[in-house]
């Protein structure tokens, strides 16, 4: 079914920028849900980003009004511009798809996803 595969992360120094790039093959027209959620070692994968494919909503976590989502449905591609980037942004960044609608009370509960990528590694250090 669908397939997601994430890319770009890397390691950069405080107050650099990185942009990931999660590409997305099956059938990708079914979804309405994709976006991108962070794991770091010892803590719980939290929701960063999400937008929807029906309507382009957006949804941020309060701690990263830094970053900036974005779709390029041409080439079935989310997007995730992180500016300013600080060592608490270090993780492990994965992307996620769902077909469910998208709300601004339930975006970032990651069991209502049923797609995931294998993650791309974020270090944010000097």
């Known amino acids: 079914q669908v397939q997601l595969v994430e890319s770009g992360g890397g390691l950069v120094q405080p107050g650099g920028s990185l942009t990931l790039s999660c590409a997305a093959s099956g059938f990708t027209l079914d979804y309405d849900a994709i976006g991108w959620f962070r794991q770091a070692p010892g803590k719980e994968r939290e929701g960063v980003s999400c937008?929807?494919?029906?309507?382009?909503?957006t949804y941020y976590a309060d701690s990263v009004n830094r970053f900036t989502i974005s779709r390029d449905n041409a080439k079935n591609t989310v997007y995730l511009q992180m500016n300013s980037l600080k060592p608490e942004d270090t993780a492990v960044y994965y992307c996620?798809?769902?077909?469910?609608?998208?709300?601004?009370?339930?975006?970032?509960?990651?069991?209502?996803?049923?797609?995931w990528g294998q993650g791309t590694q974020v270090t944010v250090s000097s």
């Open positions: 937008i929807s494919s029906s309507d382009s909503s």
């Open positions: 996620a798809a769902g077909y469910f609608k998208l709300e601004p009370g339930s975006w970032s509960d990651a069991y209502e996803y049923d797609y």
